[in-house]
Antibody
Framework: EVQLVESGGMVVRPGGSLRLSCVAS????????MHWVRQAPGKGLEWISL????????YYADSVKGRFTVSRDNSKNSLYLQINGLTADDSGLYYC????????WGHGTPVTVSS | NFLLIQPHSVSESPGKTVTISCTRS????????VQWFQQRPGSSPTTVIS?????PSGVPDRFSGSIDISSNSASLTISGLRPEDEADYYC??????????FGGGTKLTVL
């Protein structure tokens, strides 16, 4: 069974930083592209970032380019998202999803940016 | 870049058929695959249609996807509506730079 478990979300002050993690199991993590997607409270889905299976290629939404950095450690079946310069607009539930077409999703980790 | 435009909400009665559209604002709808996700309240999204028309294992055949080049849109059709189909539905595609995009989502109410 595919499992994706996100962690690292918390309440952070504006301007702060955060590192989110996603641990995968139940499939061959090193063979799959991985994504981060977020959802603000009561709003729709917003794609954030993609990292290729070997980690060589990364892609970002224009809204987060320069502040977010995606990485992965295939030896640990883990995906990461480093977020800097947090603003209130970054608040929401952050999901990791596996596969080119976001085939499977985790349950998300909540990020709240508040002073 | 382009937008994926969905109706804000649709509603239909149990047992009926409903179709949710996803219109690409520019560029050819057929140039990149469209996926459809179902998100029930309080739950994570799950895939109901991948690569325009493919139904993942475990998704009932009441769910089907299609592409219409003439209207530059994708559609998700759900037949034999059940109360448990009530959810938000999102279409998703990608551009030439590999950025993914989601539609704004459609709230399906099963009356």
């Amino acid at each position: 069974e595919v499992q994706l478990v996100e962690s690292g979300g918390m309440v952070v002050r504006p301007g702060g930083s955060l590192r989110l993690s996603c641990v995968a199991s139940g499939f061959s993590f090193p063979d799959h592209d991985m994504h981060w997607v977020r959802q603000a409270p009561g709003k729709g889905l917003e794609w954030i970032s993609l990292i290729s299976w070997e980690g060589a290629n990364t892609y970002y939404a224009d809204s987060v380019k320069g502040r977010f950095t995606v990485s992965r450690d295939n030896s640990k079946n883990s995906l990461y998202l480093q977020i800097n310069g947090l603003t209130a607009d970054d608040s929401g539930l952050y999901y990791c999803a596996s596969g080119t077409h976001l085939d499977f999703w985790g349950h998300g980790t909540p990020v709240t940016v508040s002073s | 870049n382009f937008l994926l435009i969905q109706p804000h909400s649709v509603s239909e009665s149990p047992g009926k058929t409903v179709t949710i559209s996803c219109t690409r604002s520019s560029g050819n709808i057929a140039s990149s695959y469209v996926q459809w996700f179902q998100q029930r309240p309080g739950s994570s999204p799950t895939t109901v249609i991948s690569e325009d028309t493919r139904r993942p294992s475990g998704v009932p055949d009441r769910f089907s996807g299609s592409i219409d080049i003439s209207s530059n849109s994708a559609s998700l059709t759900i037949s034999g509506l059940r109360p448990e189909d009530e959810a938000d539905y999102y279409c998703q595609s990608y551009d030439r730079t590999n950025q993914r995009l989601f539609g704004g989502g459609t709230k399906l109410t099963v009356l």
